[in-house]
């Protein structure tokens, strides 16, 4: 267990519509990513927020929009889906505050299987 | 330009055998992170191991090897004693600069195959 929780595990949905990803770091964990991982693919980043501001942005959408809250909790809002968006999404932390040294490695959750109909 | 690149879309290894896996990478960063990852059908990006540029020995975890060759911007990841449960895809990833809370950028992945 990562310690990195993401609903819904699975969401099918149609064409055209709007979807909310949720994501939960670790404890302690400032920084969050945002993948997708299309069919077959590797990981795509799309997008970084660290203590609720966003730090690195990637091939994100215009129709897709990240945010993180005071506690640190993050939404990915993906709109107008198209069939193309199916994919797995996932969402990483890391940078724990404890100051424990660490390598940086990211700590993912078990994505969330989006399917556009 | 592609940052990482892994040429092995997929491999089969013998049981009790060791693969490797190949992995390149580009940077003009000079501390960096290098970064392998597991994927299991089930789809959980498992951690396996980590080399810093700064490293100056080779990393090792369990039955996980990462052979580093810095001159040829190569970081290969070796894995003896083949188990079945080591099917699954691989990642090799990097992070860039001196910051450990930064964004990884992944290759294409391995599909690794093992056969009893």
């Known amino acids: 267990d990562s310690g990195v929780t993401q609903t819904p595990k699975h969401l099918i949905t149609a064409t055209g519509q709007r979807v909310t990803l949720r994501c939960s770091p670790r404890s302690g964990d400032l920084s969050v990513y945002w993948y997708q991982q299309s069919l077959d693919q590797g990981l795509q980043f799309l997008i970084q927020?660290?203590?609720?501001?966003?730090?690195a942005k990637g091939n994100i959408l215009e129709r897709f929009s990240a945010q993180q809250f005071p506690d640190l909790h993050s939404e990915l809002n993906l709109s107008s889906l198209e069939l193309g968006d199916s994919a797995l999404y996932f969402c990483a932390s890391s940078g724990r505050t404890s100051g424990v040294s660490n390598t940086g490695e990211l700590f993912f959750g078990e994505g969330s299987r989006l399917t556009v109909l | 330009a592609q940052k990482i690149t892994q040429t092995q879309p997929g491999m089969f290894v013998q049981e009790k055998e060791a693969v490797t896996l190949d992995c390149t990478y580009d940077?003009?960063?000079?501390?960096?992170?290098l970064f392998w990852y597991k994927q299991p059908s089930s789809g959980e990006m498992i951690f396996l191991i980590y080399q810093g540029s700064y490293d100056e020995q080779n990393a090792t975890e369990g039955r996980y090897s990462l052979n580093f060759q810095k001159a040829r911007k190569s970081a290969n990841l070796v894995i003896s004693a083949s188990q079945l449960g080591d099917s699954a895809m691989y990642f090799c990833a990097m992070r860039e600069g001196i910051s450990n809370d930064y964004k990884l950028s992944f290759g294409a992945g391995t599909t690794v195959t093992v056969r009893a």
């Open positions: 940077t003009s960063d000079q501390s960096y992170g």
């Open positions: 927020y660290y203590n609720g501001e966003e730090r």
